[in-house]
């Protein structure tokens, strides 16, 4: 499947250490070896835009996938421009467990981090 899909080495946005090791966890708990966390930006939130995190088995011609360590991360090229630069990575805090975005490309954010304004 991956043959024809260009995997990205280090194409300017990051998947943490803590987000990989849940990736991980999270293809083998569902015993799917393709799954792969896919990262989108939409319109919404109460800055303008927000993250969307999904669990994809396939990616588009035109998607990048990013790797560490064995777990996937896949990013559509719409998406790709508002996070380059930016790091994915994974929080287990008072808020709660989830994915976040340290996007150096955002003006504004909100008070949980979920949307942004450029």
Do not use: H
Not at 39 to 58: K, M, N, P, R
């Amino acid at each position: 499947m991956f043959g024809e899909i260009e995997v990205a080495m280090s194409p300017g946005i990051v998947l943490s250490e803590s987000a990989a090791r849940k990736v991980q966890q999270l293809v083998s708990d569902r015993q799917n070896p393709e799954l792969m966390l896919r990262v989108y930006i939409e319109g919404g939130g109460c800055s303008g835009f927000q993250y969307g995190f999904d669990l994809a088995e396939e990616a588009g011609d035109d998607d990048t996938i990013i790797e560490r360590d064995g777990a996937r991360m896949v990013v559509d090229p719409l998406s790709f421009q508002y996070l380059m630069g930016a790091e994915v990575d994974y929080k287990n805090d008072l808020i709660g467990a989830r994915f976040v975005v340290v996007n150096p490309n955002a003006v504004t954010t909100c008070g949980c981090g979920a949307s942004f304004g450029v």
